[in-house]
């Protein structure tokens, strides 16, 4: 294992080894505290230039699935064709691995996809500095190279045009789930960087599912709702998606529902603004509350950036806030069927409280 050294932008250091690719790399450093799931976060989109910090010490030692595709293309174990984290960060990376469904250790993998890992950090101290400062740039520089040092910006840059599909893709139902005699229901998934679960629990449901491209223009199109993705990056950099979504809401009341990125572009189409939060929420346990009711559900999350709820519109309300912080969670227009969440309810990986917003959504079509 090769010496590395993570520098923060604020000149921070914090000193480990490589058990991933070995090259240097530069992305927002930010943290996850859950306590497992590194395939599906790593896998996630919504991770596209950022060097993901995991609070839980030990790390690897449950391997990592095959990565193979069902028959409709979705991946089976893992939430999208690649990784697409810049790097993972860990303070004790397991080189043994066990489980019934481990084909390969993390650093192999991580190797065979050229992603850096570092091991050996102390990332509970990573994280409290991340805490104080706020999420920052950092750079990942291998010792015997000290002039190869990598430059990357994460402000300013449209990650969801990055991981967005470029062309229409169509998934059918899954057998079995259209009642006889009816017929599936077509929705509209506008992909921001969408995770392979979210089509599943769509498919899962009997809705045919066809996925367009973050800025494709779908007013025209037949189809009975819209499901708006999750995604990477600074929502104020969709403004394209933003204005389609005004044209569809002006056109039809057709039902609307929105995950994470979604949330918050559905929230600035109803005239809301966002602003980025100091360290995101990124775990397995945020806890929110559906407003008007004493409900609290345990929810996976995955976002830096949040609805101003005091901006929203007159005609629409918040639907969940977080619980420790109080930030907003998901809107809902008050009189048509559209709707959102900031967190995951398909979670991969994470709590599966709150699925129910998908039925939901399907009994609106």
Known sequence: MRNVTLLLQDGTKFHGKSFGYDKPVAGEVVFNTAMMGYPESLTDPSYAGQLMVLTYPLVGNY??????FEDNGLPTFMESDKIYASAIIVADYSTEYSHWNAKESLADWLKREQVPGITGIDTRE????????????????FDDEPDNIPEANYEGVNFVDKVSTKEI?????????????KKAKKVILVDCGVKAHIIR??????????????NYDYTDMDFDGLFLANGPGDPDMCEDAVKIIQKQMAKSDKPICGICMGNQLLSKAAGAKIYKLKYGHRSHNQPVRMVGTDKCFVTSQ????????STLGADWEELFVNMNDGSNEGIRHKTKPWFSSQFHPEACSGPVDTEFMFDKFVEAL
């Open 169 to 181: 893709v169509t998934y059918q139902p899954t057998p079995g789930s259209v009642p006889a005699g």
């Open 201 to 214: 629990c769509l498919i899962n449901r009997g809705c045919e599912v066809v996925r367009v491209p973050w």
């Open 63 to 68: 391997g990592v699935p095959a990565f193979s």
């Open 302 to 309: 995955n976002h830096g950036y949040a609805v101003d709820a």
């Open 126 to 141: 990573l994280t409290k500095v991340l805490r104080e400062h706020g999420v920052m740039m950092g750079k990942i520089i």
